[in-house]
């Protein structure tokens, strides 16, 4: 069942002269279930489809419809309403706030939305998979960029969202870590009927993927 | 609250800079009030304790009771009833045996009127003959006790200290109460004149010669040598200080609102509400005023215990109350103007491309 639809979508920046199209005419769809995974090099325009696909960027033509919501007809509250509810952001700069422990990182969470998280046995289980369950009482700081990158991951999935857009999730991770990441994301879109968009240039996510395109120059295609 | 009482915990030194910085302003804002309201009272304090309406002076004494006489035959033409009282003025230096000398106001008064019944005495008694005199407490500090014996001025004449009253003192000096008697000699006046002034605490009393001029209360407190001009510096002081004071805690929560803006941002990006974030930073700024307010209202409690009894400081609910506000407006105010940046924090800043 499809959750998350991008249609027609086109983004451009700055005007006349200075006009850039980062993405033309984009179509894209994520069912629950599965992991799509969106690969390009740098400066291809993953994020910017990942930031308008969770409703943060509002392209300049088409729309995004997320579970039946078109996103052009909502308002601001109700976008943030819908990325803290359904939506599950990992990004590159991570999305820890420093000065809060690993264990307060989901306390945030639990403070701006207090139903619908993960169970703290569910959270404990999550945390063991990861590899960071002993790092609870450490702050962003005094982790390595890898145990970061995880922490973020598990941040992101305590909000237990039904759609989780990853923005180069394992760039940071080496080969073992990126297996455990891809095999977590593809569990979480099979047991637990999520919908998993990925936007990376690495390939060994690969092997996770239910479908795959590719994005070049601000079009997309089926890989 | 949580995000703004975690930060704080994190970063102790920032945070901790920050309340040092709110405790001195705090601080000098609670000393300098303490001692404008402390200096104002000691011009008032005897004005006060009479709870009275009016004064009546000499047309020609340009309002002040210090340069003004009251002819017996004006006198006359003015009916007291038993709201007036008539009093006399006189700067003076006492001096007793193996003690400092003290500038003074002597204040001559009759017993039969309101003024006398009004006063308090805090040990002995009032002054019953015109060689008794009743004096402020301030006299116990310099050393002056129960029946010293005190010459006033030049003069040879010994008055007898036979009572204490408390908080009496004119144009900063401590008062001495003795009689009209008493201030005629001390004035070099004759029987001829009657008094510096009458004292009515009728809000309607009216004289009908024009020898005569009649002030409100507050006219005649603000007509005191030096009084206006002195509490117009320390408001000016007080209020330049408490603009600066919003000035730099403004600057100081905006920088470090500025340095949060990343994180804000990836906050955005996960859908937390614009709300969140500004009661996060407003609460965060009252928690950072209102922790530097206690210091500095500790620190100036221990000031207040150490001073030496002579400096004129003091206190009252409302001005404390004043105080404080007025530095918690200007920190809220200081956590409000970054509002408009946190609302418009782009949370796309934060993602790569």
Redesign the interface.
């Known amino acids: 069942m499809s959750v998350l639809e991008v249609k027609h979508v086109t983004k451009t920046f700055g005007h006349n002269t200075n006009e850039v199209t980062v993405l033309t005419d984009v179509n894209f769809t994520a069912a629950a279930g599965e992991v799509s995974l969106v690969i390009g090099p740098s400066g291809s325009g993953k994020s910017t489809f990942l930031t308008i696909a969770g409703g943060i960027q509002t392209p300049t033509a088409g729309d995004v419809v997320v579970q039946g919501n078109g996103l052009s007809q909502l308002s601001g509250k109700a976008r943030d309403a819908l990325r803290l509810n359904r939506i599950g952001f990992i990004l590159q700069a991570y999305n820890l706030v420093p000065y809060l422990t690993v264990k307060d990182q989901f306390a945030l969470v639990d403070r701006v939305k207090p139903k619908g998280n993960l169970s703290a046995a569910d959270l404990r289980h999550l945390l063991e998979k990861l590899g960071i369950s002993q790092l609870t009482n450490q702050y962003p700081a005094e982790l390595s960029g890898g145990q970061t990158q995880r922490v973020a991951i598990a941040r992101a999935l305590y909000q237990n969202p039904d759609i989780i857009l990853a923005d180069e999730p394992t760039a940071a991770l080496d080969s073992e870590r990126v297996k455990v990441v891809g095999q977590l994301l593809h569990d979480l879109a099979k047991e637990h009927n999520k919908a998993i968009v990925v936007v990376t240039h690495d390939l060994r996510l690969k092997e996770f993927a239910d479908k795959t395109y590719a994005i070049m120059d601000g079009k997309m295609t089926v890989a | 609250m949580?995000?703004a009482l975690?930060?704080i915990?994190?970063?102790k030194l920032r945070y901790g800079l920050i309340i040092g910085m709110i405790v001195l302003v705090s601080y000098l804002v609670f000393v300098l009030s303490g001692l404008a309201y402390g200096l104002a009272q000691q011009n008032t304090q005897a004005i006060s304790s009479w709870n009275a309406s009016k004064v009546v002076l000499n047309s020609d004494a340009n309002d002040s009771l210090s340069q003004s006489l009251i002819t017996k035959q004006t006198a006359d033409k003015v009916k007291l009833t038993t709201h007036e009282a008539y009093i006399g003025q006189a700067g003076v230096v006492a001096k007793a045996k193996g003690q400092a000398k003290l500038s003074a106001q002597f204040l001559g008064i009759n017993q039969s009127q309101f003024i006398y019944k009004r006063v308090k005495v805090t040990s002995g008694h009032k002054p019953v003959t015109s060689h008794q005199i009743m004096v402020d407490d301030s006299f116990k500090d310099n050393g002056y006790r129960l029946g010293d014996k005190v010459t006033l001025n030049s003069t040879d004449t010994q008055y007898k200290i036979v009572g204490f009253t408390h908080n009496a003192k004119l144009s900063v000096a401590p008062v001495i109460y003795g009689t009209l008697g008493t201030w005629r000699t001390l004035s070099h006046v004759t029987t001829a004149f009657q008094a510096s002034g009458i004292i009515t605490n009728r809000d309607n009393f009216k004289t009908k010669t024009s020898d005569l001029s009649t002030l409100t209360m507050s006219k005649f407190i603000n007509k005191l040598p030096g009084y206006s001009a002195q509490n117009t510096t320390f408001t000016f002081m007080i209020g330049f200080l408490m603009i600066i004071a919003m000035v730099v805690i403004a600057v100081f929560l905006y920088i470090l609102t500025m340095q949060k803006l990343?994180?804000y941002a990836?906050?955005?990006?996960?859908?937390?509400?614009?709300k969140?974030l500004v009661t996060t930073t407003v609460s965060q700024a009252l928690i950072l005023v209102v922790g530097g307010l206690a210091i500095g209202a500790a620190l100036t409690l221990a000031t207040v215990l150490a001073l030496p009894a002579g400096v004129p400081m003091s206190f009252n609910v409302p001005l404390l109350a004043g105080v404080t506000g007025g530095i918690l407006l200007t920190g809220v105010i200081g956590a409000l103007i970054p509002v408009k940046v946190i609302l418009n924090v782009d949370?796309?800043s934060?993602?790569?491309?």
Do not use: D, S, T, Y
């Open positions: 949580f995000l975690k930060e915990r994190h970063e990343p994180n990836v906050l955005r990006a996960q859908g937390i509400p614009a969140v949370p796309v934060v993602m790569g491309g």
